[in-house]
C-alpha cells in the first residue's frame, strides 16, 4: 500500500523523510503478528501508528484496546490487565476479565510501557514468550492470543542499567522499534500541520481559517515544540478563536507561542535548593567554576611569563615590571626558591655551558587535557589497576553498572 494513502486514510499530515520511513515501517510490519515498539517524545502521535498496524492487520476485524499505563495505579494494574478473582483483595466484590482476555484475537496497546511495575513486567513478559497469564488471586493458568504494541517516550535501555526495567522485556518488546519524530525534527511539515488544524477549526465552527504571514510563518517553524503535534494543534485553536484579525502577524503570533531564550549561558538560580550532582542547578554552577578555572590558568600563565622574562633579562625588564621586581627584591631567598614549586607543570629544559651557568633555552607549556572522555578513561584504568583487574569492584568503585564498565572498555579500548 502507497504511503500517501496511509496518510489519507488516517489523516497523517507530513511528507518529510523521517515521518515517511517510520509509515513505511509500520506498514511491513502490520501484516506479521511481531510486537513492535514505537519511540517518541510525549505528543508525536504515537497512538496514531498503533492503529495502522492494527487496521492492517489480520486482526482489523477484531478488538483494539489502548492502555496508558502511567495512568493507573500501581496496585490495581496488574488487575487490570490480567483479571482477578472474587475476594483476592479489598474491593474485590465479583470476578472481573482484564484486558488480556476480553481482547483475546485482537490488539493492546501499552502506552507508557516504561511506567509498568517490575511485577507487572514479569506477567507481561510470559504473555509475549508463551500466551499465557494468570489472574490476581488464581492459580488458574489461562491462555491468550493477543498482540501487543507497546509505547514509550523514554529511553527503556537506560531503565534496564537502573534496574527499572526487565532486560528481557526490554528485547523482547523491541522486536521491531519505530521511531516517531519530533516536530522539530520535521520542521517542514509544521505550516502544513497548522493550515490543517486551522481550517478543521473553522470547518467545524463555520468561521474563516486564520492564515500565517510569511514572518509569522518563519516564527513558527523555528519554534521548537516541545508538545510536538498535540502543542501545534492547541495554539493553532487559540489563535482560531481569540484572534480578532484572520492574517496572522508575527506580533499576533508572539502572544500565543511562550517565550523561549537561545542564551544557554550557565546561571546562578536563586533559592536554598539542595543541589545533586545531575541537577541542572548544579551542572551551571560547575560551569561558572569551569570557567573561573580557566580565567586563573590564563593569569598564572601570564605571571610565569613575565618572571621568566625577568630572570632572563634583569636589565631590559619592562617598566610595567618594575613594581612586581620591587616586591621580589624585598621577598627572603627561602620565599622566592619556593616559587618555582608553582611550575611543576609547566616544565623548562636547562642546559649547562661550559662557564659553569645554567642558561634557560626555551620554557614549553603543557597543556592538562580536560576532555570529559579522556578523564573517563584515565578513572576507568585507575579503578581497575586499584582493584587489580576486578571490573565488579571496579564498577562499583566509580558508581556505575558493571554493563556499562564493560560497554566502556570497549568504547576506549582499555585492556586489562
Known amino acids: 500500500m502507497e504511503i500517501q494513502s496511509i496518510k489519507n486514510r488516517f489523516g497523517i499530515i507530513g511528507n518529510s523523510p523521517a515521518l515517511n520511513f517510520a509509515l513505511q515501517v509500520a506498514v511491513q510490519v502490520a501484516g506479521t503478528d511481531l510486537t513492535v515498539l514505537i519511540n517518541g517524545e510525549s505528543g508525536v502521535g504515537k497512538e496514531a501508528f498503533s492503529m495502522i498496524i492494527h487496521a492492517l492487520s489480520a486482526r482489523k476485524h477484531n478488538s483494539f484496546i489502548a492502555v496508558n499505563c502511567g495512568a493507573i495505579p500501581e496496585g490495581t494494574i496488574d488487575s487490570e490487565l490480567f483479571g482477578h478473582e472474587k475476594g483476592s483483595f479489598t474491593g474485590a466484590v465479583d470476578s472481573r476479565k482484564g484486558y488480556f482476555e476480553t481482547v483475546n484475537g485482537g490488539t493492546i496497546f501499552l502506552d507508557e510501557i516504561g511506567e509498568l511495575p517490575l511485577g507487572t513486567q514479569a506477567g507481561l513478559l510470559r504473555v509475549l514468550e508463551a500466551g499465557e497469564f494468570i489472574r490476581v488471586g488464581s492459580s488458574k493458568v489461562q491462555k491468550t492470543d493477543v498482540r501487543v504494541i507497546a509505547a514509550t517516550n523514554k529511553d527503556l535501555l537506560e531503565l534496564t542499567e537502573k534496574g527499572k526495567f526487565r532486560e528481557d522485556l526490554y528485547y523482547r518488546l523491541s522486536t521491531v522499534p519505530i521511531r516517531v519524530p519530533s516536530l522539530r525534527d520535521r520542521k517542514e511539515d509544521i505550516p502544513l500541520l497548522f493550515r490543517k488544524f486551522a481550517v478543521d477549526f473553522a470547518e467545524r465552527y463555520k468561521t474563516a481559517p486564520v492564515q500565517l504571514d510569511e514572518e509569522a510563518k518563519n516564527l513558527l517553524i523555528n519554534y521548537p515544540w516541545p508538545g510536538n503535534v498535540r502543542e501545534l494543534k492547541n495554539i493553532a485553536e487559540q489563535i482560531s478563536v481569540l484572534s480578532e484579525d484572520k492574517q496572522i502577524t508575527a506580533t499576533t503570533l508572539r502572544r500565543f ?79 622566592i626558591f619556593q616559587a618555582p614549586a608553582i611550575t611543576t607543570a609547566q616544565p623548562m629544559v636547562i642546559h649547562n655551558n661550559n662557564n659553569g651557568h645554567d642558561d634557560i633555552h626555551h620554557h614549553e607549556e603543557v597543556e592538562e587535557s580536560l576532555n570529559i572522555m579522556d578523564k573517563e578513561k584515565e578513572l576507568i584504568v585507575k579503578a581497575l589497576k586499584k582493584h587489580k583487574g576486578k571490573r565488579k569492584d571496579a564498577a562499583s568503585d566509580l558508581g556505575i553498572s558493571e554493563r556499562t564498565l564493560y560497554r566502556k572498555l570497549k568504547e576506549y579500548d582499555i585492556n586489562e
Open 257 to 335: 507561542i511562550p517565550e523561549t531564550s537561545g542564551n544557554r549561558l550557565p546561571m546562578v538560580v536563586p533559592g536554598n535548593t539542595v543541589n545533586t550532582i545531575n541537577s541542572p542547578e548544579f551542572s551551571n554552577e560547575r560551569e561558572i567554576l569551569y570557567k573561573l578555572f580557566f580565567d586563573m590558568k590564563k593569569d598564572v600563565t601570564e605571571l610565569k611569563k613575565m618572571f621568566l622574562e625577568i630572570i632572563q633579562n634583569p636589565a631590559m625588564a619592562s617598566t610595567q615590571h618594575a613594581a612586581f621586581l620591587n616586591e621580589l627584591k624585598e621577598l627572603k631567598p627561602a620565599e
